[in-house]
């Protein structure tokens, strides 16, 4: 099993839809969650940090289960300019304090 | 804003020669670490380092040794390149904590494509 598991998509939403993401972890102890989105050819960037309480940034919630030991991102009223993949990353609480990738969902907004 | 520089964005090298992947931030971050990404493989973390002359293996180091000689500055060195190396190769930079605002996130540099031939 995977550490860190994502739906690789791609979904294909018409603009103004509301989509969600989920991810799920296998670490109990992990200990930071974060969204990155990644452009095609592009480094990835952080698109929101994940806490506890759940958080909202504009059009961005993002939520964290750790009972089922899962994170969410939902996007409203998508954009065209939202089309990216969008990286879920956890940070275990281990010595090394790694972090952990997703392979990424992929997000097609079309017109 | 951190800021994090990768020296080349496109290389060609040929089998067997030597490569060096340069990175450089400018915020006094502890850790440092080096992933390659590959289509359909996502982000894998070859090396990674908790401060100076500190570093640890991740998941994929094989073929691969890095140098941190300077706290600012984290080295990839491919010995003997091989054509199943060619890849993009991010390098990030971050601090650690609990707490602090932008605590254990990762701020990435633009990448360097490397293609072997």
């Known amino acids: 099993r995977k550490e860190v598991e994502q739906d690789p998509g791609p979904f294909n939403v018409p603009e103004g839809a509301t989509v969600a993401f989920n991810c799920t972890y296998s670490?109990?102890?992990?200990?930071?969650f974060f969204w990155y989105r990644q452009d095609c050819r592009k480094e990835p960037k952080l698109l929101m940090s994940?806490?506890?309480s759940g958080n909202e940034d504009g059009r961005f919630t993002a939520q964290l289960n750790r009972a089922s030991q899962y994170i969410s991102l939902l996007i409203r009223d998508s954009k065209l300019s939202d089309s990216a993949t969008y990286l879920c990353v956890v940070t275990p609480h281990t010595g090394g304090f790694k972090t952990i990738f997703g392979a990424g969902t992929r997000l097609f907004v079309k017109a | 804003d951190v800021k994090v520089t990768q020296s080349s964005r496109y290389l060609v090298k040929r089998t067997g020669e030597k490569v060096f992947l340069e990175c450089v931030q400018d915020m006094d971050h502890e850790n440092m670490f080096w992933y390659r990404q590959d289509p359909g493989l996502g982000l894998r973390l070859i090396y990674f380092s908790y401060d100076v002359k500190m570093k640890e293996k991740g998941d994929i180091p094989e073929g691969y040794s890095v140098s941190r000689e300077k706290k600012e500055r984290f080295s990839l060195i491919l010995e003997s390149a091989s054509t199943n190396q060619t890849s993009m190769y991010l390098c990030?930079?971050?601090?650690?904590?609990?707490?602090?605002?932008?605590?254990?996130?990762?701020?990435f540099g633009a990448g360097s494509r490397l293609t072997v031939l």
């Open positions: 990030a930079s971050r601090f650690t904590g609990t707490g602090s605002p932008g605590a254990n996130v990762l701020t």
């Open positions: 670490n109990s102890a992990s200990q930071s």
């Open positions: 994940v806490y506890s």
